[in-house]
């Protein structure tokens, strides 16, 4: 599921209702936040670009939860692991 459509879900779901603390996702699921968040930082120059001998090296703070997982629309996503 792409990172708007999982926004999507959780407005569907939840509304105005508390949305969850965590909430698991597949590994496509967990890529594609993970580049809405990059994409976002970026967007919002949210990223410091430092000058280096080999060119520009940007970083760009991103929020991880209790269980590690990534935090995407104030909601930490929790990586689930197929066997």
């Given at each position: ?20 603390e ?62």
């Amino acid at each position: 599921m792409k990172s708007h459509e999982l926004y999507k879900h959780f407005q569907d779901t939840f509304g105005q209702k508390v949305w969850p603390e965590t909430y698991d996702v597949d590994a496509e699921t967990y890529g594609y936040c993970c580049q809405a968040v990059f994409d976002w930082s970026i967007k919002n120059r949210e990223t410091l670009l430092f000058k280096r001998g080999m060119g520009d090296l940007s970083i760009t703070q991103i929020s991880l939860g209790p269980n590690n997982g990534l935090f995407f629309k104030n909601v930490e996503l929790i990586l689930k692991v197929e066997p």
